[in-house]
């Protein structure tokens, strides 16, 4: 059974798709977030980045939606006590504004890079500018991302305030040796969206892409 509701996002039985058992299972779990961390090697990207002027966050956050678009799971979301199913994804990076705070900006999910540039310097630049977050709207599945480019982590693990089921990733400066620069990513997904297996075939995917460039 479906039902449309506002924005024209589509409310779904659990029990007609794939994630009936995690739903039965996880959205009423005190802590249903699962993280897993992974060390990718993001050689291709910084070599792109310097070679084309390219920010290495907005290629990372390419190769992002681009490895979730191929995902089915990806277009599921539990929201409050229901199953969502969106036709569209964005991915949402934290931007440094004017004024010294911090702000979100939703970036649509584009197979062309030069689209996905472009969205990215015009909507992050509006962002930095404004002071204020800029969301595409409830129509969007948004995969969250943040990067503390000045430091470098091994790992995070997101706390869970139970309004923000977003899958999300997290991760800091990559680290380099000899001609090599490998990133450690920890990525964050609620149960019912995604299991421990298709969770990790989507950073395999996300190594994949980032390997073609």
């Known amino acids: 059974m479906i039902n449309r509701i506002e924005n024209d996002i589509k409310e779904v039985d659990p029990q007609s798709t794939s994630r009936a058992l995690a739903f039965e299972l996880w959205m009423k779990a005190p802590m249903p977030m699962v993280t897993l961390m992974k060390a990718l090697d993001v050689t291709?990207?910084?070599r792109l980045s310097r070679k084309r002027n390219y920010k290495f966050n907005m290629l990372l956050c390419w190769c992002i939606g681009k490895a979730a678009a191929e995902m089915k799971d990806f277009y599921l979301l539990p929201v409050g006590v229901k199953l969502m199913q969106y036709d569209r994804l964005a991915v949402n990076t934290v931007v440094a504004t004017r004024d010294g705070g911090i702000a979100t900006c939703d970036i649509p999910v584009s197979s062309d890079l030069e689209q996905f540039n472009q969205d990215y310097l015009k909507l992050t630049g509006q962002v930095r500018e404004s002071g204020e977050s800029?969301?595409?709207?409830?129509?969007?599945?948004?995969?969250?991302?943040?990067?503390?480019?000045g430091y470098e982590i091994d790992g995070a693990v997101n706390i869970y305030a139970g309004c923000y089921n977003n899958p999300f990733l997290i991760?800091?400066?990559?680290?380099?040796?000899w001609l090599?620069?490998?990133?450690?990513?920890?990525?964050?997904?609620?149960?019912t969206q995604l299991d421990g297996i298709p969770a990790a075939e989507f950073l395999e995917r996300l190594q994949r892409e980032i390997q073609k460039l």
Do not use: C, D, N
Request: proline letters at 3%; zero cysteines.
């Open 44 to 46: 291709a990207l910084v």
């Open 134 to 149: 800029y969301e595409l709207g409830e129509e969007y599945m948004v995969i969250g991302t943040s990067a503390l480019a």
């Open 171 to 177: 991760w800091g400066r990559y680290r380099k040796k």
């Open 180 to 191: 090599r620069a490998t990133l450690p990513v920890s990525f964050q997904f609620h149960h």
